[in-house]
């Protein structure tokens, strides 16, 4: 009689062993890695599982950025945990506010929070180098009119922002899910575009750039659909980079490349 091909039964100490191993590393995901900086899961366990169109990234952080976190985090930082309605005008002293989802390394942001001291950019972002690399540079240029989130941009939309509470939305080079089935991870889905309308102030700009050619042709497509939303541009297409928003170093590399950057401005009727 030939032997079972089940595996043995697991011994209740080596469960209890892997259980533990389990606990631990879920406690050192949820502690923050600096002390008094942003959280490592802001928002914990009381919002739903849901399909994510970002990848949270572990990558070295430096040690000004480090120094950044530690002394900026409490003045110009905010945990994304969808406990509690933003004051934005208390926030940004009263200036119009713009959120920018997913900003990199902050380059562009500060840039444009420099060149437009009279808009508060609400800058939102899981990468935590990136965080303390914006803040570092808010800190040395001046820039008072930044404020930058960690988290969850969409529990930030649905739970933490009052109705027509923004001013514009930038989303420049989301990740573009390339492989078919990770489509439904794209940020910019005609639900999102729900919400983000119930947000934005009547004509409010949404502008979205990428150098992907088939989400430049699905954020066209689902933006024109949209009741609540009419394309800048008189023929319906892509518009040309405004001024305002700088060339940055990844979008630089792709165009040496050969990808073609396309921008879309869109204005919330």
């Known amino acids: 009689m030939s032997e079972s091909l089940n595996p043995a039964p697991e011994t209740v100490e080596a469960h209890d062993l ?107 972002d899981v990468h935590t180098p990136g965080q303390g690399n914006l803040l570092g540079l808010a800190d040395r240029n001046g820039l008072s009119n930044i404020r930058v989130a960690n988290g969850d941009a969409i529990i930030l939309l649905r739970e933490m922002l009052p109705p027509d509470a923004l001013d514009g939305l930038r989303v420049y080079f989301p990740d573009p899910w390339p492989k078919k089935r990770h489509h439904k991870r794209r940020l910019i889905q005609p639900e999102f575009l729900d919400l983000v309308a119930q947000r934005l102030k009547p004509g409010a700009v949404l502008h979205c750039a990428t150098d992907w050619e088939p989400y430049a042709e699905q954020m066209l497509e689902v933006l024109t659909a949209h009741p609540r939303f009419e394309n800048t541009q008189a023929d319906g297409g892509y518009a040309p980079r405004p001024a305002f928003r700088p060339l940055t170093r990844f979008e630089g590399q792709g165009l040496d490349k050969g990808h073609v950057v396309h921008d879309l401005l869109f204005t919330r009727r």
Do not use: C, N, Y
């Not at 490592?40 to 990558?59: K, L, M, N, T, V």
């Open 18 to 124: 892997r259980a533990a191993a389990f606990e631990r590393q879920r406690r050192l995901r949820q502690e923050p890695r600096f002390p008094g900086g942003p959280a490592a899961d802001p928002a914990g366990s009381h919002h739903e599982r849901r399909i994510r169109s970002f990848q949270p990234r572990r990558s070295r952080v430096t040690a000004g950025q480090e120094d950044a976190l530690q002394r900026l985090w409490p003045k110009w930082g905010l945990d994304i945990d969808g406990q509690s309605v933003l004051d934005l005008p208390a926030l940004f002293d009263g200036l119009p506010v713009v959120l920018e989802i997913g900003f990199g390394m902050g380059e562009a942001t500060a840039q444009m929070a420099a060149d437009d001291s009279g808009t508060g950019i609400l800058a939102v």
